[in-house]
Antibody
Framework: QVQLQQSGPGLVKPSQTLSLTCAISGDSVSRNSVAWNWIRQSPSRGLEWLGRTYYSSKWYNDYAVSVKGRITVNPDTSNNQLSLQLNSVTPEDTAVYYC????????????WGQGTTVTVSS | SYVLTQPPSVSVAPGETAGISCGGDNTGIKTVHWYQQKPGQAPLLVIYYDSDRPSGIPERFSGSNSGNTATLTISRVEAGDEADYYCQVWDTSTDHWVFGGGTKVTVL
């Protein structure tokens, strides 16, 4: 059974970097053509996809335009996990953050992490 | 950017059928996925590729997609189906996943 376990701080100061980790069990972050996504949810923005990473002979990333330039999604093959870094955060980045698996580039997200509530506040 | 429009709410009596629409420009040529989300939980994939059900999802859940509208249908609605439902497509013009705004299903 595939499980995704998220970890990271729940409070981040404005202008600092939000960092979250998603530990994968029962699957491999390097499995060919499986995409690993980050999504967030807030009352004002609803569900918002942020970005993904996947391996297909080499590593690829896709990022949402809304956060491009501030976001990095990285695979950690040594620890079988993926990470999210979001720089220069503002209160608008306050949300519940999820990691999720897609079994193909355009497949739905069939396994989700438990969610991490992140508040951006001084 | 691509926009998916869902009704904010749908109310249905137990045992009846609920239909949730998801409108967008030519959704019929895209593949649509549907999620159920209950309070305090992560979304759960209930329909993928327009009409396929993941293992463990009851047959009461079905999907269709044609023209400018995709539809999630819940037959013989039960109290446990009360949740928010979201549609999702891959926008090829921006290489983005796009979610609809969500529909709250209330079982009367």
């Amino acid at each position: 059974q595939v499980q995704l376990q998220q970890s990271g701080p729940g409070l981040v100061k404005p202008s600092q970097t939000l960092s979250l980790t998603c530990a994968i069990s029962g699957d491999s972050v390097s499995r060919n053509s499986v995409a690993w996504n980050w999504i967030r949810q807030s009352p004002s923005r609803g569900l918002e996809w942020l970005g993904r990473t996947y391996y297909s002979s080499k590593w690829y990333n896709d990022y949402a335009v809304s956060v491009k330039g501030r976001i990095t999604v990285n695979p950690d093959t040594s620890n079988n996990q993926l990470s999210l870094q979001l720089n220069s955060v503002t209160p608008e980045d306050t949300a519940v953050y999820y990691c999720a698996r897609s079994l193909g580039y355009f497949y739905g997200m069939d396994v989700w992490g438990q969610g991490t509530t992140v508040t951006v506040s001084s | 950017s691509y926009v998916l429009t869902q009704p904010p709410s749908v109310s249905v009596a137990p045992g009846e059928t609920a239909g949730i629409s998801c409108g967008g420009d030519n959704t019929g040529i895209k593949t649509v996925h549907w999620y159920q989300q209950k309070p305090g939980q992560a979304p759960l994939l209930v329909i993928y590729y327009d009409s396929d059900r993941p293992s463990g999802i009851p047959e009461r859940f079905s999907g269709s997609n044609s023209g400018n509208t995709a539809t999630l249908t819940i037959s013989r609605v039960e109290a446990g189906d009360e949740a928010d439902y979201y549609c999702q497509v891959w926008d090829t013009s921006t290489d983005h996943w796009v979610f609809g705004g969500g529909t709250k299903v209330t079982v009367l």
